[in-house]
């Protein structure tokens, strides 16, 4: 039988991300960096203690093997992610510019256009 999840509210990255209402907010992306970071020295430590017993076979230590490689994907796709945010918020503010400059250009051209009539 499973033991009980956790309650989410009470977690600190649920409160940040209350506070921020975004996951992109840089203190919770160091949040999750840490907690992975947390877990996969743990996880590696455990699996050291196995090594060194020579119990390498024992299905905990499969078992937290594992977890060390879902541990390091997660890590990986924690940093894909956020780069991709930081990747499409410049993008994002490139084009706000862009569209600025352009707006720009619209309205001296329609000033332009309007002497020209008289």
Same mark, same amino acid.
């Given at each position: 039988m499973l033991s009980n999840k956790p309650e989410i509210n009470l977690l600190p990255i649920y409160v940040m991300f209350k506070d921020s @209402?975004?996951?992109f907010n840089g203190n919770v992306y160091l949040e999750? @960096?840490?907690?992975l970071e947390t877990y996969d020295i743990a996880l590696r430590r455990l699996f050291k203690n196995f090594e060194d017993k020579k119990m390498t076979d024992n299905p905990l230590a499969t078992l937290t093997e594992s977890a060390i490689y879902s541990v390091a994907e997660?890590?990986?796709y924690t940093e894909t992610v956020y780069d991709e945010a930081t990747a499409i918020t410049d993008e994002n503010t490139r084009l706000k510019e862009e569209n600025r400059n352009l707006r720009e250009q619209v309205? @001296?051209?329609k000033l332009l256009n309007q002497s020209l009539k008289f």
């Open positions: @209402k975004s996951i999750v @960096k840490q907690s997660l890590e990986f309205y @001296k051209l």
